[in-house]
């Protein structure tokens, strides 16, 4: 997103801001209804309390660090990350302040995807710790190899990632894999979904907010196509997995439509701006297979990933990025007959995964050196709701 907007494009992405915003608290109504019902609340919580934490650490030094001039040059023009030019939002101002907050509010969504991996087990403070430390160390640079002029992105190896496969979903999905390597398991693992209503008005307010997610990083002209992939994709999404469903089980559950449609929505970000409708489609299809498959990881491999953000959001992203260099217009593999396009979007995505699974692996352990990550085991035996925040649902307090 660049600095510089026209006054049209200002307000449309003002608009975007405004609907990605909502996509936070949408994500925490996604993640409680999959959680015991003492612990729904602080799901919520460390979803909606991104948008206090990041918001301070994005404006004091995340996005300078995002997208400020570039230091540590690598590839052709592009760095590795921004200066220290826009420390505080320093030079932005008048309409490159709405691209300045959109980008801050992607950041916000970013690191509450994560919040999905540590559900039912982390401390409040060990939390906020990752959480400030996260969008730093982790999402800033990766957001400037891609969008703020760096190495992977158009100015260096010609990647791309119109709206975050790579940058969000894939960098925020490896991180929950490293949360749940380094957490290890719940103490009860058993399935207690607390109500899939929550879960399919989190996927719905989900879906409205990802038109502002994709069609904000373009422009007033290059928004209704951007729109439209997003439906479609969502949509082939949700019908992809259900019918998946229907042929293991026989029946259609609500939590399985809506993970369907996000994994449509995950898939179709990055190439949300470069393919047809068509090519939309089968992305979101292929995703909702893929991340179907992969949603039986933890048991096999035997990690405790509670709610499936690696297997949506990682491979979700995967997809997308990758079939981004098939059918991306004009450079994409079905334009070209090359792999070229295919071969840069599977690197910048598998560097961009390193890093990411790197840099959350280290920043866990530092945290769980210095104040522990998780919870005494009577208090996640009561919740989070009561150890950590004294709090219990008025349902629960007359029962």
């Known amino acids: ?26 994500l925490g109504f996604f993640y409680a209804g999959q959680v015991r019902a003492n612990n729904a609340s602080s799901t919520i919580l460390h979803c909606v309390g991104c948008l206090g934490i990041v918001t301070v ?14 230091i540590g040059r690598a590839i052709g023009h592009g760095g590795w990350i921004g200066g220290l030019d826009f420390l505080g939002l320093r030079r932005v101002n008048g309409y490159s302040g709405a691209a300045a907050l959109f980008e801050m509010v992607i950041a916000v969504f970013a690191v509450s995807v994560v919040s999905g991996a540590y559900v039912e087990r982390m401390k409040i403070g060990s939390y906020v710790a990752f959480a400030a430390l996260w969008v730093l160390l982790v999402y800033a640079p990766i957001a400037h190899w891609f969008w703020g002029g760096g190495l992977l992105g158009p100015r260096g190896l010609g990647a791309i990632d119109f709206g975050g496969g790579a940058v969000v979903h894939q960098s925020a999905g490896i991180a929950a894999l490293a949360v749940a390597v380094t957490l290890g398991p719940r103490r009860d693992r058993r399935a207690a979904s607390r109500d899939p209503s929550f879960v399919l008005i989190g996927v719905s307010l989900l879906w409205v907010g990802w ?21 479609v994709a969502a949509a082939a999404g949700m019908c992809g997995w259900l019918l998946l469903e229907s042929f293991q089980t026989g029946k259609q559950t609500a939590t399985g439509a809506a993970k369907g449609a996000l994994a449509g929505l995950i898939a179709i970000s990055p190439a949300a701006g470069s393919v047809r409708p068509l090519a939309a489609m089968l992305i979101g299809a292929v995703a909702a297979v893929l991340c179907q498959f992969a949603a039986g990881l933890p048991e096999r ?6 709610l499936g953000v690696f297997a949506l959001f990682w491979v979700g992203g995967a997809v997308g990025m990758l079939f981004t260099g098939v059918f991306a217009s004009g ?6 007959q090359q792999f070229t396009q295919v071969g840069k979007q599977a690197l910048a995505s598998g560097a961009a995964s390193v890093w990411s699974f790197a840099l959350s ?3 866990l352990k530092v945290i769980d050196l210095a104040i522990g990550l998780r919870v005494a085991a009577d208090e996640e035996d009561k919740g989070l709701d009561v150890s950590q925040h004294g709090e219990v649902a008025y349902g629960e307090a007359n029962s």
């Not at 450079?331 to 070209?336: A, E, I, K």
């Open 1 to 26: 997103m660049p600095l510089t907007v026209s006054a049209g494009d200002a307000v449309w992405v003002l608009v975007s801001a405004a609907l990605v915003v909502l996509m936070t608290p949408a």
């Open 57 to 70: 650490v994005w404006v004091v030094i995340g996005h300078t660090f995002a997208f400020g001039p570039d």
């Open 211 to 231: 038109f502002g997610f994709v069609a904000g990083h373009g422009t007033v002209r290059t928004a209704g196509m951007s729109a439209v992939n997003a439906q």
């Open 301 to 306: 491999f035997g990690y405790d990933d509670p």
């Open 331 to 336: 450079v994409g593999l079905v334009y070209t």
């Open 361 to 363: 692996f280290a920043v």
